[in-house]
Structure formats: C-alpha cells, structure tokens
C-alpha cells in the first residue's frame, strides 16, 4: 500500500456530495453485500440500520482502488462496527456468510418480490407478508383489494420486473416528444435519473419537462396522457397537479406537476414506429393491451410496459428539479443533509432556501446551485452514490 493511497483514504470526505462517485467502481463485492444489508433493514423498517448499510457502500464507490485489507477500511467514514465485520469476512472469505443467510431468507425474498410490483411500498408488503402472502398467485387472488395502481403493476408485472435499456429508454424519449410537441412545438423535454447519470440501465425512464412561458404548460399533461390514451399506448397513469402552496422553505415533499405511468413501448420493429406518424391501433391490439395475458397475445406482443415519470416545472425551478431528478436517491439525501447542517440552506427540487436571510437563491443552471451550496461541481455520473 502506497503512501499515496494511504492519503486519499483517511482523507475520503464523509458527505457523497463531496466526492466524486463513478458508476463504474472497483468494490462491487463488498457494495452488493452491503447493500443486501441494507435492503433487509429497509424492509424491517430499521432506518438507522438501513443508512447505515447504504453510507458504508456509498463511501466504498467512491474509492479508487480496490480494498485490498480491512486495515485499509478502518479510516473510512462509517464504515465501523457491523460494516467493517461485512467487509473483513468479504476480503477474508470471498463472502459474508449473514448475507448469504438474508439472500435465503423467506421474508427477505418475499419482500423483494413484492416491492418489486409498482404501487406496492414496504408497508403493503409487511402486512400481506402477515397476511400468508407469498407469491404472485396469492396476490392474484386478493386483486378485488389492490388499488388501481397495483392491479396495473401485477398486470404488467414480467415487463416491468425487465430493465428498461438505453435503447428503450431513448424510444420512450422518441415518443415522450413526439406526444408533447403536438401541442406545445419547441417544449424543452431533459431525460433525468439514472440514464443521465450514465446507467445503460433503469427501472424506469424519468422526463422533466419545461418552456420558457410557463402558460404554455398549462394542460400539457392531461393533453398528452389523452392523447397516448387515444393511440392505445397508456397502459396505467397517475396525474399529480402542482400545490404551490408547498413551495416552502422547509417542505422535502416535491409539488411538481408529475404523471407517473406505464406506457406500451411499441417495439422498434412495430408498424407504430413510423417517422411519419404513432398510427392509431387496431382493435386487436387494443385487446393484447387491455389483457396483455390473453392466450393469442402470447407470441405475438408488439410493445413493452414501461415505467415512465414525467415532470413539469416552471423554468425558474428548473435547475433545481433536474438537481433533484437526476439521484441517485442516496447522493440527494446527502446533498439536503449537507445544505441544512453545514449551510443552513434548505434545498430542494423547488428551490434553495437561506434560513438565515430567509430568502430563496435563485438559479438557472446546475452550476450556479453548487456554487450557492459551496461545493465543486460534480456532473451527473459523478452523482452515482
Ligand atoms: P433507476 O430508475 O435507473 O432504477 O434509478 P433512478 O432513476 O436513479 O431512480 P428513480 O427512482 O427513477 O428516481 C430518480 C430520482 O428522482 C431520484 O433521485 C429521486 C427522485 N424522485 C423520485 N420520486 C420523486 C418525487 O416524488 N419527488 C422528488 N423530488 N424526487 C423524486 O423518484
Ligand atoms: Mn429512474
Ligand atoms: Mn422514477
């Protein structure tokens, strides 16, 4: 071990906000480990158990070298006690045997299923896990309880359980533009979360959406989600209208205009992708999308269910929705953690709010927000914390 590489890792920053975290990083065993940890925590609601798990795994990212021995790690910002156990047996062992426990473990596995299907959170989960709950036909048995929003995520569970590719991603683009340019023609559409960040890979494609004139997105969404409707390519949606009342100084709550959908990705080779125009569907596929498991649709699906989140903002918030946007989840909670303790700013995908002078700093690029947090500048694939 260099002297060298000694500095860098008693001088590795605490906050992710302060450090460069790549996508792409050399400790991906120990990470994974961790964050199995950290999941099983999230999943028993231990919160201080479940930052814990992520911080470690966060700081490791972030270093640029592969840990070589646990004398190494002791100088990591917080990666003691319990994390630093994980991390001796990995580079010991190859392997964690409470991880390998966890990863065998029937709350742990029906859990992940079933925070897997949209619209199902931690709490859902638990109590159907209480409930004997095993499995998606258990589910499907008790669909007359689901809300809307989970029938949907069930429904179109095997696609959405699938990565969206960047191919994919960049269709859903393709078609987000082509719908919102019908009505309102040099709209400003950003493609935010983890494919800004670099990942070739998502959960769902996220969309922020602008214009200079803030009347001109007005209606925009309900037009839009119509007229997808129309075509047969809306599969589920929820509309979220703004609360500008919650434009506070202190609100971590986001009040954006938002839609949360499914759409059906109509695959590259279909006749809906045409350069010309999304040609209106047939009755037959109109069916093979209301009841996508319908026995004659079963080798001849024409789209893919894609989660998609699309978000309005007016042009002033919009630096700080794309700030917001883009995640990762861990890196923003750290951002917000470093404004209020260290600046007494309060950030967030609205605004920065000055406690002290109680005013709100403008901005209009993601730049000037670092420069106001006092913080260099860290592009969005440095944002993979
Ligand atoms: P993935 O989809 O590729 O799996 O990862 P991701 O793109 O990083 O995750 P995401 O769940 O799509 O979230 C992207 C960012 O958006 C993340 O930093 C958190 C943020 N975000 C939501 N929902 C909301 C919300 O309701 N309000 C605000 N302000 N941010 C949100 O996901
Ligand atoms: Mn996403
Ligand atoms: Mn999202």
Same mark, same amino acid.
């Given at each position: 071990?260099?002297?060298?590489?000694?500095?860098?890792?008693?001088?590795?920053?605490?906050?992710?906000?302060?450090?460069?975290?790549?996508?792409?990083?050399?400790?991906?065993?120990?990470?994974?480990?961790?964050?199995?940890?950290?999941?099983? /925590?999230?999943?028993?609601?231990?919160?201080?158990?479940?930052?814990?798990?992520?911080?470690?795994?966060?700081?490791?990212?972030?270093?640029?070298?592969?840990?070589?021995?646990?004398?190494?790690?002791?100088?990591?910002?917080?990666?003691?006690?319990?994390?630093?156990?994980?991390?001796?047996?990995?580079?010991?062992?190859?392997? *964690?045997?409470?991880?390998?426990?966890?990863?065998?473990? =029937?709350?742990?596995?029906?859990? =992940?299923?079933?925070?897997?299907?949209?619209?199902?959170?931690?709490?859902?989960?638990?109590?159907?896990?209480?409930?004997?709950?095993?499995?998606?036909?258990?589910?499907?048995?008790?669909?007359?309880?689901?809300?809307?929003?989970?029938?949907?995520?069930?429904?179109?569970?095997?696609?959405?359980?699938?990565?969206?590719?960047?191919?994919?991603?960049?269709?859903?683009?393709?078609?987000? #533009?082509?719908?919102?340019?019908?009505?309102?023609?040099?709209?400003?559409?950003?493609?935010?979360?983890?494919?800004?960040?670099? #990942?070739?890979?998502?959960?769902?494609?996220?969309?922020?959406?602008?214009?200079?004139?803030?009347?001109?997105?007005?209606?925009?969404?309900?037009?839009?989600?119509?007229?997808? =409707?129309?075509?047969?390519?809306?599969?589920?949606?929820?509309?979220?209208?703004?609360?500008?009342?919650?434009?506070? /100084?202190?609100?971590?709550?986001?009040?954006?205009?938002? *839609?949360?959908?499914?759409?059906?990705?109509?695959?590259?080779?279909?006749?809906?992708?045409?350069?010309?125009?999304?040609?209106? *569907?047939?009755?037959?596929?109109?069916?093979?999308?209301?009841?996508?498991?319908?026995?004659?649709?079963?080798?001849?699906?024409?789209?893919?269910?894609?989660?998609?989140?699309?978000?309005?903002?007016?042009?002033?918030?919009?630096?700080? /929705?794309?700030?917001?946007?883009?995640?990762?989840?861990?890196?923003?909670?750290?951002?917000?953690?470093?404004?209020?303790?260290? #600046?007494?700013?309060?950030?967030?995908?609205?605004?920065?709010?000055?406690?002290?002078?109680? *005013?709100?700093?403008?901005?209009?690029?993601?730049?000037?927000?670092?420069?106001?947090?006092?913080?260099?500048?860290?592009?969005?694939?440095?944002?993979?914390?």
């Amino acid at each position: 071990l260099s002297a060298a590489t000694e500095v860098r890792c008693s001088q590795m920053p605490t906050y992710a906000c302060h450090r460069r975290t790549p996508l792409n990083h050399h400790n991906q065993t120990i990470t994974n480990a961790l964050e199995i940890l950290a999941r099983s /925590a999230f999943f028993q609601e231990s919160d201080v158990r479940y930052l814990g798990f992520t911080r470690a795994a966060s700081t490791l990212k972030a270093l640029p070298y592969k840990l070589q021995s646990v004398n190494q790690a002791k100088d990591l910002p917080w990666c003691g006690g319990h994390c630093m156990i994980v991390i001796q047996e990995i580079l010991e062992h190859g392997m *964690c045997r409470e991880v390998e426990v966890i990863k065998n473990n =029937e709350h742990y596995q029906t859990m =992940e299923l079933l925070t897997g299907i949209y619209g199902v959170g931690v709490r859902t989960a638990q109590r159907w896990f209480k409930e004997g709950i095993r499995n998606l036909s258990d589910l499907k048995t008790m669909e007359c309880k689901l809300t809307a929003e989970q029938v949907s995520g069930l429904r179109h569970c095997k696609d959405l359980q699938q990565q969206v590719t960047l191919e994919e991603a960049e269709r859903v683009g393709q078609l987000v #533009k082509d719908t919102l340019q019908r009505f309102v023609p040099d709209v400003h559409i950003t493609m935010t979360g983890g494919f800004r960040r670099g #990942k070739e890979v998502g959960h769902d494609v996220d969309f922020l959406i602008t214009h200079p004139n803030e009347n001109a997105l007005s209606g925009l969404l309900e037009d839009a989600v119509g007229w997808l =409707e129309t075509q047969g390519l809306l599969l589920y949606h929820h509309l979220k209208k703004r609360k500008p009342a919650l434009r506070s /100084a202190s609100s971590s709550m986001d009040s954006h205009e938002t *839609c949360y959908a499914i759409v059906a990705l109509p695959s590259s080779s279909s006749p809906w992708n045409t350069d010309i125009e999304v040609k209106k *569907c047939n009755s037959e596929d109109a069916e093979r999308i209301a009841h996508p498991e319908s026995p004659n649709s079963l080798n001849s699906r024409t789209w893919k269910a894609v989660r998609v989140d699309l978000v309005v903002t007016p042009q002033a918030e919009h630096a700080y /929705a794309l700030l917001g946007w883009t995640g990762s989840k861990h890196f923003e909670r750290e951002l917000r953690r470093y404004s209020l303790r260290e #600046k007494k700013l309060s950030l967030n995908s609205h605004g920065l709010y000055d406690l002290e002078k109680s *005013c709100f700093l403008p901005a209009q690029t993601e730049e000037e927000i670092f420069l106001h947090l006092g913080l260099q500048y860290l592009p969005p694939s440095d944002r993979n914390a």
